[in-house]
Nanobody, 127 residues
């Protein structure tokens, strides 16, 4: 089992930055991929960013490419999403996810391919 806990959400103005954190605990040794997703009320959860757990590969949704960066701190066992130049349309609940039950990394892992999810953190961007 892997437990994930997000933090770092909040209310910011358009153009500002936020860094989301996702603290991972438990059996993370077999993890192969990390991802961030977001959901607006009434809409389906959508992909934001993904990265290979061991590093060296990332993949982003077109809507955030060049503005968001996914990373991991091995010492802190945490996953991050640095969000710059935020826009009102980035407003959503953000979820981190980890693939840890045997599947390998590839860029377009579907949501069903992630085994563990955090509870989500709200990001609100005002115009």
């Amino acid at each position: 089992q892997v437990q994930l806990e997000e933090s770092g959400g909040g209310l910011v103005q358009a153009g500002e930055s936020l860094r989301l954190s996702c603290a991972a605990s438990g059996r993370t040794g077999s993890s192969t991929a990390m991802g961030w997703f977001r959901q607006i009320p009434g809409k389906e959860r959508e992909f934001v960013a993904a990265g290979r757990w061991s590093g060296g590969a990332t993949y982003y949704a077109d809507s955030v490419k060049g503005r968001f960066t996914i990373s991991r701190d091995n010492a802190k066992n945490s996953v991050y999403l640095q969000m710059n130049s935020l826009k009102p349309e980035d407003t959503a609940v953000y979820y981190c996810a980890v693939r840890a039950d045997g599947g390998s990394w590839y860029p377009r892992i579907p949501q069903s391919g992630y085994d563990y999810w955090g509870q989500g953190t709200q990001v609100t961007v005002s115009s």
